[in-house]
């Protein structure tokens, strides 16, 4: 059974920074592509950035050069350094593989004064 478990979120002033992970079990992330969704209050559920199992990236047009996607393959976990946050990234923010179709809890990030 594969099961997303996401942590990191918090409550940060704009400008300040937040590295979110994502830790899934019942499937390595070695053998997967990944992806950081968010889903800000009130709209729909958009992809953040992906990362491939080969190492290539992509991120949305509203995160490029602020947002980083990484893995750690031996710990089996995936992480998205987020710097020079915007009130504008506030969302709950999932991780999920591309191939299946389950979401965790997701993790808080709010960004505010």
């Known amino acids: 059974q594969v099961h997303m478990a996401e942590s990191g979120g918090g409550l940060v002033q704009p400008g300040g920074s937040l590295r979110l992970s994502c830790t899934p079990s019942g499937i390595r992330i070695s053998s997967n592509i990944m992806g950081w969704y968010r889903q800000p209050p009130g709209k729909q559920r958009e992809l953040v950035a992906e990362?491939?199992?080969?190492?290539?990236?992509n991120y949305a047009d509203s995160v490029k050069g602020r947002f980083t996607i990484s893995r750690a393959n031996a710990q089996n976990t995936v992480y998205l350094q987020m710097n020079s946050l915007k009130p504008e990234d506030t969302a709950v923010y999932y991780c999920k593989p591309r191939t299946y179709a389950v979401w965790g809890q997701g993790t808080q990030v709010t960004v505010s004064p």
């Open positions: 990362i491939s199992i080969g190492g290539t990236t």
